[in-house]
């Protein structure tokens, strides 16, 4: 894990997965990294583009390294989340997936579906994707090239 990761990540979800991002801040503090919750506070209804603004534009001008998005499925936040310049958001509910984004995408957000997984798979995803450096090389050239797409 690189030394700003380390320091702090951002975290936040909607009402539709705000037990497990309590959770999820826990588990985080207990392996020794600070966390910056930018919300929700509490299950009323809210809209998760608010949260995916709030974590990915702090990833996106690079106040925080790494960031964790949670919504009842992980679908919309992907979908706000990957609007942001700079911002590789990965929607994952496996291991490899959650290996494989940091390895070959340098996914620098996590996106986990609140409704969908519980609290023992998304720690350990988080771990994983914590843990995972990127590869670099041939992935980084096509990491670059997403940057030359031509908006129509
Ligand atoms: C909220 O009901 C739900 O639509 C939201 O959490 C998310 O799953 C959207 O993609």
């Not at 309590?22 to 919750?37: L, N, P």
């Not at 992980?74 to 509910?93: E, K, T």
């Amino acid at each position: 894990m690189d030394t700003e990761t380390k320091k702090s990540i951002i975290i936040g979800s909607d009402h539709a997965a705000f037990q497990l991002k309590e959770k999820i801040r826990t588990f985080i503090e207990s392996i020794g990294i600070g966390v910056q919750d930018a919300g929700t506070f509490n299950e009323s209804s809210t809209n998760y583009v608010d949260y995916a603004q709030k974590v990915a534009g702090a990833v996106s001008r690079g106040e925080f390294s790494r960031g964790i998005l949670l919504c009842g499925t992980g679908i919309g936040m992907s979908i706000a989340a990957n609007r942001f310049p700079n911002v590789r958001a990965a929607l994952c509910s496996d291991i490899l997936s959650a290996r494989l984004s940091r390895q070959h995408n340098n996914s620098n957000i996590l996106i986990l579906g609140g409704r969908l997984i519980g609290d023992v798979l998304a720690f350990e995803l988080i771990k994983t994707w914590l843990d995972t450096p990127f590869e670099g090389g041939r992935h980084l050239d096509r990491l670059l090239s997403i940057e030359t797409i031509t908006k129509i």
